[in-house]
């Protein structure tokens, strides 16, 4: 009994710390909640039920699957949903049409187009370009077809079954949109941009403790380092669905989503040197005093172009001169650093982390050209 | 016509490579057509059709929402669409069955339990936990208690829709499952430990080609490092899945899932290393002779290491004394290596490949020591 109240605080103790650190996620799950008392009100309305009928289970439905945290994600879900239906309803009335006059074969010819149509849809979902922004369709059209195809067989007025059950999907959808939309929206294009400023002042931060100190503190460093090498996977998936997004606060239309994914690797490729240059460091115990000052010069000026980057993808302006001249005086730091290290050619292991840290710059500046572009 | 003539050939060529590559993606979807086609068989028949009735669409349903690639994202969704139905539907009747007892005020505690209901059920989705097991039954609990909260206003012999709706639900996951055992089934285990030989044999293969050889190859041994930093998130993706499944071939109840994430994260540091000497290199121009040999040697020898731990865990033996072997013969090369260091540290810029080289060593130590607890 100790044991189990021992884990409820635990868990509960947990979940609290997952709603205070973004409160977001709590109004998230009262949407849905008032999303849903909106659509059951639907169904509670004589008027309103008349005019829909039984059909208004459609609706409940679309809102429980159609909502989604970001609004770019309900907005893809939407669209698919409602695409999917429309054309595989119509696809289905086609193929029940002409199946009826051939009359007995009608079943044979369903369920052959059935296997055919489902078998080549859920093969479809392994391309790339689909399975990135179709692959919730193809699962709508699948159902909707073999739905369709199959209750045509049973049900008679079968076109006005179809026409009700997309005016219900549409309410769902409106009514889902609606409420993503007016309270309290969460963007992924937002979401996506506060993630890439983040991960570069995680960088700039390690690149600085990493160089200036060298107390026991690597523990938080390592971490960070390893969250910006793991965020591909995130960023993919915010990206996808931001291009759903309507033009939005400082996102305007086509707002170049792909960029982000360009300077996301080469965000990756910094953190992946730097985390060589930790591993590096833990194993050399002492370094030359010369080579450390300029090491330690070059590490703040590379940081110092990175906080500029931020700067400049945060406010969103293209305005580069002040991050043109932090990475000319990051480059006079590596110049004055190779210079020392040839003069200086005696401490073999700290030339490794000198000699890494050039190839730090090499990615600040990929990500500086790329920055221009945005 | 000509561009769209080109652009249709194009795909269909992309599409084909995807099948020819994968047969199994193809099977797959026919798969699916086939569990389609037998559950529409229950809609054709008139005994099988009377004995369930117009519920045998929630049947088709439950296939196409459930039918996923491998055994283990199957037996997943269906465990939790039949728990999340049944316990989802025994609360909403219990609900249903006070509120009636309130008279007139029935429709406001229906949708006001909705609400809360959904509300906390939609956060409880950022729980990990629940994200990484449940995050499917989630949904199903909110729609099932939805629907039958809110068509419980109107439908009067609600327990018997209940009952009807399980039975054809557990007709379409019995289906569904048989299906995907019996014909050629994909084990998402299987597909976890193929993909980390893989990264194994591409990590060794990397070592190899960027040391021993240095002609302008690196280009596929880049990608291919890419491809095993990028792993994590389809590594994570299948070992929840691999928990779902039953014990099947090599792979018995309770195999331990988890100790492939701590062999892929070790498989990532060392990718990351091998990246920044790559890195290195195509700064370095010219190497010293001797130093070169005993980088050469290392790197021979670090990924024989690999790949007798690839064969450890492709034939998953825990007879290690090979394994020991390879490291120890890694270790001379590197303990030599080391003595040649010290003793011509003349060219600064060399001692940076071969001090990463010594890193290297590292992460194949981890992952040598977890390969013996497999």
């Not at 650190?21 to 008392?37: E, F, I, Q, S, T």
């Not at 009928?53 to 409940?60: D, F, H, L, S, V």
């Not at 179709?134 to 067989?153: C, M």
């Not at 993503?180 to 979401?191: D, F, H, K, M, R």
Request: charged content about 20%; aromatic content about 8%.
């Amino acid at each position: 009994c100790m044991g189990a109240r021992a884990w409820t605080s635990r868990v509960a103790r947990k979940v609290w710390r997952i709603g205070a650190d973004d409160p977001r996620k709590v109004v998230h799950g009262l949407k849905v909640g008032l999303a849903l008392a909106l659509v059951s009100v639907f169904y509670y309305t004589r008027p309103l039920y008349d005019g829909v009928g039984g059909a208004a289970m459609w609706a409940i439905m679309t809102v429980v699957v159609v909502f989604e945290y970001t609004v770019g994600g309900s907005v893809y879900k939407c669209f698919n949903r409602a695409v999917a239906t429309a054309s595989a309803g119509l696809l289905a009335l086609g193929v029940h049409w002409v199946a009826g006059k051939t009359g007995e074969f009608e079943p044979y010819i369903l369920t052959g187009s059935l296997f055919l149509l489902a078998a080549a849809a859920t093969f479809s979902r392994f391309i790339p370009t689909v399975k990135a922004r179709f692959d919730y369709g193809v699962t709508i059209f699948i159902l909707t077809y073999s739905l369709v195809a199959v209750s045509g067989y049973r049900v008679d007025e079968l076109a006005a079954l179809a026409q009700q059950r997309l005016a219900t999907i549409a309410i769902g959808i409106l009514l889902c949109l609606g409420v993503a939309v007016v309270v309290c929206p969460v963007w992924a294009g937002q979401e996506l941009h506060r993630l890439t400023t983040r991960n570069m002042e995680k960088l700039a931060k390690a690149l600085e403790s990493c160089c200036c100190r060298d107390e026991e503190d690597q523990g938080p460093t390592t971490s960070s380092i390893r969250c910006v090498l793991n965020s591909k996977a995130s960023e993919e998936a915010q990206a996808n669905l931001a291009r759903w997004e309507p033009p939005h606060g400082r996102f305007g239309f086509r707002h170049p989503f792909a960029e982000y994914a360009k300077v996301g690797a080469a965000m990756r490729a910094c953190a992946s040197c730097i985390d060589a240059l930790l591993a590096t460091r833990t194993h050399t115990d002492k370094q030359s005093g010369l080579l450390r000052d300029a090491c330690a010069t070059v590490a703040a000026r590379a940081a110092l172009v990175l906080r500029e980057a931020k700067r400049c993808v945060e406010t969103m302006t293209a305005s580069t001169r002040l991050l043109e001249f932090a990475v000319a005086d990051m480059n006079t730091a590596v110049h004055e650093l190779q210079a020392d290290m040839r003069s200086l050619a005696e401490e073999t292991m700290t030339s490794s982390s000198s000699s890494l840290l050039i190839m730090d710059a090499m990615p600040a500046f990929t990500a500086a050209s790329l920055l221009v572009e945005i």
